[in-house]
């Protein structure tokens, strides 16, 4: 399964179209600052979509975050404010030992980056904001592997 992970895009929803066509995943997973955005872009009916709010997502009805389980692996998704990300990962990686996550995504910090820790992957997309345009692809496969 293709996987796109992004965030903050901040009102750049010419580049989210782009990032649509070019990729053309099975599913996206947004992680906030610019959750109204995608009310722009054409998403085909069979590509799946969960989004998080984050800090600049002012009266969102989506939640701060979202727990599910995806082939074999528990995913934690937030956008990151609402645990210091900025100042370090030690708020995150407790919320996904609280959630036995084994993969976490964030945005809010603007700059790409995987850690691992105790067994967990946290992975941060960088932004989609004009000029910058970074984000993940993350092949999952029904065995549990993935490549990013």
Known sequence: ??????????????????????????????????????HQVDLPYTTAFAAVSGNCDMMSMEPPYRKFDLYGHKIFMTHGHMYGVKQGLSGLHGQALQHDADLVFYGHTHHAQMVERDGCTMICPGTMSSGHEEYVVLQLKQDGSYTV
């Open 1 to 38: 399964m293709k996987i796109i992970v992004c965030s903050d895009s901040h009102g750049n929803y010419p580049g989210l179209q782009e990032l649509m066509e070019r990729e053309r995943p099975q599913a996206v997973y947004f992680l906030g600052d610019g959750e109204r955005d995608w």
